[in-house]
């Protein structure tokens, strides 16, 4: 008789002291400091209540910065997956040039995001920058705008540099996932005859959705958590109109409100587990259904 | 044959390591041959003559210090003057070089914040122990008994250099101090025949001229849009200030009853709602606005002297076109300049602060200091430097402190909330913002720094 053999509990300690120390404590420590009113050498607490939460939701400027959030979350996520699951079954069409197209598209994941933000400030600067001098010459004035300093747009402009940026990932994973459906299975429904839409809807969504869920969920959470685009190719600006929850934290730690920066941050997490637990039911179900 | 194609690649890998071994040895003897060259250019006729008690630079202790300030704020001066500290004290200070404006300043704050400090911290002078980076005590080494402080006015800086709260200087000075002040073209307003406006009815016809005679009136480079708050600081170069500021700390007074700035805040709005100024305010940048001024596309930028070494290192043909004169916000000949004190370049407590305090020590001795100011402009705060470089424009605003005409920062306000104000500037730029509605914005963030540090007054 073959004896099991355990490791001993024992050896989980290293790994969970390094958790501990490193994720629990300061997750801990960060909702107790959403209560204080700390100040920047981080060495004065006093407890305050709900005053940082409620000055973060009473302020107009900060009340913008959670409205940007949601919007950007939410037109990001949309277009990254709808676009990134056009691309990839275009990608995924067997042509010479495929593995070229398939380069390209992934191509701007991997710029830096401050290049990218430098390039895109350039190009939608309002009356030098490459768009605007294009839409001019093809006679489209009409449509050219101050992308980023029209304070009722430059949320939309910054929505647009991400979704170019983040897109051929989504693409690249589901592409991943196309590549699994069996050859056969198309090959079947085909001889069974139906179209391209019946195809799509019932044999290649079922199939991707699980790639579906996790896309959802990754660009949700990044669009929740946007920080480095906005602030490299605006800085909150004009005035406050394209702040987000991230920028105001890192606002709120430079004018030393430690605690208020503190409660943003904790709130931006509540945010983000909350609807990240409701999307993920509702994808679940879908998946399962 | 597998084992053959490893061997291969096995023997392929052992050479290429040791091609860069030997390649980094090689490199490394190149440095140590470069060495004494060094010394030699050391006695170069650019480089200053080396005092006869001072040490040959191989038997100094090199030693490496880091220092953090501004981008803008390190230019050929302070390259020369970190050679010449190199060689003669054997400290080498690497520069960090941060975004202008509150871009920078947040992103100094956050690294004391969270314990990231440099070993110099090249700032504004005059911080609080209010203002992000905990007590000045705690965080900064005294300058009180230095030795350059001898050489140094410490009356007239007092209040506007000093920590607030013990009144000591924990700074030294850095570069010279600067005024604000209308800079134009003179050959742009010559051609237009136009003259040196002195009341503000005056400036709009002359701006109003100047637009029919297709240039850009008043150039606003509100992409950096720290350069937005210099008409606004222009304008509260008034006693009131100093005496409005001091009724806002204790909450006998708000920001709404500062008038002199609330007439800075109006000219932005009113110079931007009457077209006055270049179309896309907030995608030009600072260097836009040189180019601008200095090739007579603009006539007016309303900036700190500062900006006269960038212009003077990118258009030196254009330099003595350019001229300055004072916002006539008043007229009647009763207004000032905003006069900038020198920044400031601060020890900070920590392992290195003997060798940061040896290189400010050597900063300010009158060697460094007519190297520096051999380079870049500004009027020095050392007493006793014989090399300066002003251009026209400068030495018109000299002209205008000499005679006077000029109010320094005065007072400190004892909690920093300027972060917020140049995207505050932008909001009554694009029309998010009445100049009302910016001071009274700018009260609350008061009220909150000041609650947050348990304020009795604002309870």
Known sequence: ?????????????????????????????????????????????????????????????????????????????????????????????????????????????????LAVSLVFNAMLHPSRGLLNVFLEAIHLDMLTRSWLTDPHIVIFAVCFVEIWKWTGLTMILFLAALQTIPQELKESAMVEGVNSWQMFRHITLPLIMPIVNTNVILSVIGGLKVFDIVYALTGGGPGNSSQVINTIVFKNFAAGRNGEATAANVMLFLIVLVIVLLVNKVLNRKEEG | MRKKHFGTVFVAAILALLMVVVTACGSGNKESSSSPADSTQSASPSAPEASPSASPSASLEKIKIKGIGHASWFKSGMDEVLIAAAEKTGIELELEKIPEGMDGVNLVKARFATGDKPDLLFYYAGLGDQQGFGKMSDTFVS???????????????????????????????????NTSVVLYNKKVFASLGLEVPTTMDEFWSVSEALKKGGKIPVYLSGKDAWTLQLPVQHAQATPSTAEVLAKVDVNQA?????????????????????????????????????????????GMYVMATWVMTDIASKFPDQTADIGAFLMPYQGADADKSYIFAPNAVF?????????????????????????????????????????????????????????????????????DINAAFPAYLQDIIIGGKTPEQVLEAQQKDYEKAAKAKDDPNFK
């Open chain 1, 1 to 113: 008789m073959i004896k099991k053999m355990y490791y001993s509990y024992w050896l989980l300690l290293p790994g969970l002291l390094i958790f501990g120390v490193f994720f629990i404590y300061p997750s801990l420590t960060g909702f107790h400091y959403a209560f204080t009113n700390m100040n920047e050498s981080f060495k004065y607490t006093r407890f305050v209540g709900f005053d940082n939460f409620k000055s973060l939701l009473q302020e107009e400027d900060q009340f913008i910065a959670f409205k940007n959030t949601f919007i950007f979350a939410f037109i990001t996520t949309f277009f990254k997956i709808v676009l990134g699951l056009l691309l990839a079954m275009l990608a995924n069409v067997k042509l010479k040039t495929t593995l070229f197209f398939r380069s390209m598209l992934f191509f701007p994941v991997i710029l830096s995001t």
């Open chain 2, 143 to 177: 300058q009180e008994d230095q030795p350059w402080i001898t050489n140094f006015d410490k009356n007239s800086w007092k209040g506007i250099m000093t920590a607030l709260e013990d009144g000591k200087y924990y700074g030294a000075p850095y570069g010279g101090s």
């Open chain 2, 347 to 415: 020890v900070v407590k920590g392992k290195n602060e003997e060798a940061a305090q040896k290189f400010v020590n050597f900063f300010e001795s009158l060697e460094a200091q007519n190297i520096f100011f051999g380079k870049d402009g500004g009027i020095p705060a050392i007493k006793g430097v014989t090399v300066t470089s002003l251009t026209p424009a400068e030495l018109e605003a000299k002209a205008l402190l000499d005679a006077g005409k000029a109010s320094g920062d005065g007072y400190v306000m004892k909690y």
């Open chain 2, 254 to 298: 708000k920001f709404t009853d500062w008038t002199a700035r609330k007439t800075g805040l109006q000219f932005l709005k009113d110079v931007t709602s009457k077209g006055l100024t270049n179309k896309d305010v907030l995608s030009d940048t600072y260097d836009n606005a040189q180019k601008a001024l200095a090739t007579g596309e603009a």
